[in-house]
């Protein structure tokens, strides 16, 4: 196969994870733009937005950092084999 | 005299305030167990043996508000106050490394930094330095980040939008005191930054989820909690994110700075150099302000010949940038270049105009270099010579001053595609100009050149 069509599996796997975590959480958003609107200005209170939001990315962070570990584990493991 | 400075005023812990030329900190009883459990855990010398927090000392000073507490410590004092609108992109970029390196410790020894402000980060001997000795509290479990959206809004909004939009565009951090707002950086980003995992969650995400729920509810406890696993997934996904943000300016970028510095034979400008090293080594000074730096050449000389800090001023952010990279690379720590528009330097500002000070506030220092400076003033920006002059006296008692006459390939250059209107800009005129503030102490002439160097005293 012509190397210059062959797609990173860990592109695949990332752009799959992300739209599973957009879809899962309903934010539709960060794959589209959202319309510009919102409550009057000197009322808004950006801060619980954020205490929510890490709640509800919570999950995917702590699978990610796992992934993470075990990823860099096993490419140790490996990388200390063929030694 | 005490005077208390008006940065620390929001802040229930403690605040600043200045006593004979020192500054204390006052820890007010409130904030007295997280001091404690700081200090106690090993956090503290941790911090400190990595460089990663301010040194202090305890002292038996009595407190400027006993009823609030009676603590009171002096920290190291940072040379030059400085602020994320005048560091290049890197500066910016290591400052958000520090403060996420320093909450990754914090967590170890469970702890949490409650701010995430770059105003909280400054250059202490070159190394970026968390600063607010007050902004650590205990961890309690199951808490999501109370400083993530600070940290997104002071650091990765803006590296994202100097990288993917314009370097240029950290200048919004200028108005945007407390950091770009996240609903206005989403909107400023290009869309191919949604497809970047890290940036559609932490800003795209995130501000989509600040605007739903901005009408400020509060939130129930079960909709805030966060494993602890969580948080450290949050906190190494935002390193990740963060560290991807490099501006990387283009290959012909630098190049024109390395042909821009020909203006000189190579006989002109090491004369040049041997009598501001000379001027330097009879000076002496602590501190040095380098205007119009450039990548740093005289810095580095005034640094080298006298062991000063300098503060190295310069309009360019890619010659910053390099110059910030090559000091990190020489391990010079006595350099501080930051981006400084000459012609419309930082005001003083937030509340009561005294939140943040004017450059030139912070910008006093024993000699002012002016090398190749005074013809972009004077026409570059139809700045009368006596003005600068009058700046100059400012800023510090003694003033290196190269002239650069008019007929000097350089101001040619300016004058090119404008109308001559500067009469006065001659020799005679600049000296009487600069008599007005300064007494003439010496002139030297540039060999194969037309230009001079002038030192000058304050009256």
Same mark, same amino acid.
């Given at each position: 196969?012509?190397?210059?069509?062959?797609?990173?599996?860990?592109?695949? %796997?990332?752009?799959?994870?992300?739209?599973?975590?957009?879809?899962?959480?309903?934010?539709?958003?960060?794959?589209?733009?959202? %319309?510009?609107?919102?409550?009057?200005? %000197?009322?808004?209170?950006? %801060?619980?937005?954020?205490?929510?939001?890490?709640?509800?990315?919570?999950?995917?962070?702590?699978?990610?950092?796992?992934?993470?570990?075990?990823?860099?584990?096993?490419?140790?493991?490996?990388?200390?084999?063929?030694? | 005299?005490?005077?208390?400075?008006?940065?620390?005023?929001?802040?229930?812990?403690? #605040?600043?305030?200045?006593?004979?030329?020192?500054?204390?900190?006052?820890?007010?009883?409130?904030?007295?167990?997280?001091?404690?459990?700081?200090?106690?855990?090993?956090?503290?010398?941790?911090?400190?043996?990595?460089?990663?927090?301010?040194?202090?000392?305890?002292?038996?000073?009595?407190?400027?508000?006993?009823?609030?507490?009676?603590?009171?410590?002096?920290?190291?004092?940072?040379?030059?106050?400085?602020?994320?609108?005048?560091?290049?992109?890197?500066?910016?970029?290591?400052?958000?490394?520090?403060?996420?390196?320093?909450?990754?410790?914090?967590?170890?020894?469970?702890?949490?930094?409650?701010?995430?402000?770059?105003?909280?980060?400054?250059?202490?001997?070159?190394?970026?330095?968390?600063?607010?000795?007050?902004?650590?509290?205990?961890?309690?479990?199951?808490?999501?980040?109370?400083?993530?959206?600070?940290?997104?809004?002071?650091?990765?909004?803006?590296?994202?939008?100097?990288?993917?939009?314009?370097?240029?565009?950290?200048?919004?951090?200028?108005?945007?005191?407390?950091?770009?707002?996240?609903?206005?950086?989403?909107?400023?980003?290009?869309?191919?930054?949604?497809?970047?995992?890290?940036?559609?969650?932490?800003?795209?995400?995130?501000?989509?989820?600040?605007?739903?729920?901005?009408?400020?509810?509060?939130?129930?406890? =079960?909709?805030?909690?966060?494993?602890?696993?969580?948080?450290?997934?949050?906190?190494?996904?935002?390193?990740?994110?963060?560290?991807?943000?490099?501006?990387?300016?283009?290959?012909?970028?630098?190049?024109?700075?390395?042909?821009?510095?020909?203006?000189?034979?190579?006989?002109?400008?090491?004369?040049?150099?041997?009598?501001?090293?000379?001027?330097?080594?009879?000076?002496?000074?602590?501190?040095?302000?380098?205007?119009?730096?450039?990548?740093?050449?005289?810095?580095?000389?005034?640094?080298?010949?006298?062991?000063?800090?300098?503060?190295?001023?310069?309009? =360019?952010?890619?010659?910053?940038?390099?110059?910030?990279?090559?000091?990190?690379?020489?391990?010079?720590?006595?350099?501080?270049?930051?981006?400084?528009?000459?012609?419309?330097?930082?005001?003083?500002?937030?509340?009561?105009?005294?939140?943040?000070?004017?450059?030139?506030?912070?910008?006093?220092?024993?000699?002012?270099?002016?090398?190749?400076?005074?013809?972009?003033?004077?026409?570059?920006?139809?700045?009368?010579?006596?003005?600068?002059?009058?700046?100059?006296?400012?800023?510090?008692?003694?003033?290196?001053?190269?002239?650069?006459?008019?007929?000097?390939?350089?101001?040619?250059?300016?004058?090119?595609?404008?109308?001559?209107? #500067?009469?006065?800009?001659?020799?005679?005129?600049?000296?009487?100009?600069?008599?007005?503030? #300064?007494?003439?102490?010496?002139?030297?002439?540039?060999?194969?050149?037309?230009?001079?160097?002038?030192?000058?005293?304050?009256?």
């Amino acid at each position: 196969m012509d190397p210059s069509l062959a797609v990173s599996p860990r592109l695949v %796997a990332l752009l799959a994870a992300w739209a599973a975590t957009c879809l899962l959480l309903e934010e539709s958003h960060m794959l589209l733009p959202e %319309a510009l609107s919102g409550p009057v200005l %000197a009322y808004v209170d950006p %801060a619980s937005g954020s205490l929510i939001f890490q709640a509800l990315i919570g999950g995917a962070m702590a699978v990610g950092l796992t992934a993470k570990i075990y990823w860099r584990r096993i490419r140790r493991f490996f990388t200390r084999r063929t030694r | 005299m005490t005077e208390r400075l008006a940065a620390s005023f929001r802040d229930p812990a403690g #605040f600043v305030f200045r006593r004979d030329g020192d500054l204390y900190r006052q820890i007010n009883s409130s904030y007295l167990e997280n001091y404690n459990m700081l200090r106690r855990s090993g956090l503290y010398d941790e911090l400190v043996s990595q460089r990663l927090l301010i040194p202090h000392v305890e002292t038996d000073l009595a407190a400027v508000e006993p009823t609030r507490g009676d603590l009171v410590i002096r920290p190291d004092l940072v040379r030059f106050i400085s602020y994320p609108y005048e560091w290049c992109p890197s500066q910016l970029l290591a400052a958000a490394e520090v403060t996420l390196r320093v909450q990754q410790m914090a967590m170890r020894f469970g702890m949490s930094l409650r701010d995430a402000s770059g105003y909280n980060v400054q250059f202490h001997n070159g190394q970026p330095t968390l600063i607010d000795t007050l902004s650590f509290e205990r961890l309690e479990e199951g808490t999501p980040w109370k400083a993530y959206s600070q940290y997104c809004r002071h650091f990765l909004g803006p590296l994202a939008l100097m990288r993917h939009v314009d370097v240029r565009l950290s200048q919004l951090l200028r108005t945007e005191i407390d950091g770009i707002p996240l609903d206005l950086a989403s909107t400023l980003l290009p869309a191919r930054t949604r497809l970047h995992a890290g940036l559609a969650i932490h800003i795209h995400g995130h501000a989509g989820s600040q605007r739903r729920h901005a009408d400020g509810a509060r939130v129930p406890e =079960d909709r805030q909690r966060l494993s602890q696993r969580a948080l450290a997934g949050l906190i190494d996904s935002l390193v990740a994110t963060t560290l991807k943000q490099r501006w990387e300016p283009r290959k012909s970028d630098w190049r024109d700075y390395y042909e821009a510095q020909r203006s000189y034979t190579d006989l002109a400008q090491q004369h040049k150099s041997e009598i501001v090293s000379r001027i330097l080594q009879l000076e002496r000074p602590d501190s040095v302000c380098d205007l119009g730096a450039n990548t740093g050449r005289f810095s580095k000389l005034a640094a080298g010949a006298t062991g000063a800090s300098v503060l190295a001023l310069e309009m =360019d952010v890619a010659s910053v940038e390099l110059h910030w990279q090559e000091l990190r690379k020489d391990d010079n720590w006595r350099v501080l270049p930051l981006v400084a528009d000459l012609s419309n330097p930082s005001p003083a500002q937030g509340w009561g105009h005294s939140e943040r000070g004017s450059l030139q506030e912070r910008t006093q220092v024993e000699v002012v270099l002016a090398l190749a400076l005074l013809h972009h003033l004077a026409i570059g920006n139809n700045v009368p010579l006596r003005h600068v002059f009058e700046w100059f006296a400012r800023l510090g008692s003694t003033v290196v001053v190269e002239w650069i006459p008019k007929d000097d390939p350089m101001v040619q250059h300016l004058l090119a595609n404008r109308t001559d209107i #500067f009469d006065d800009y001659r020799a005679d005129a600049f000296e009487d100009a600069a008599r007005e503030f #300064f007494t003439i102490e010496d002139k030297i002439d540039i060999s194969a050149s037309p230009r001079s160097i002038y030192v000058l005293r304050r009256r």
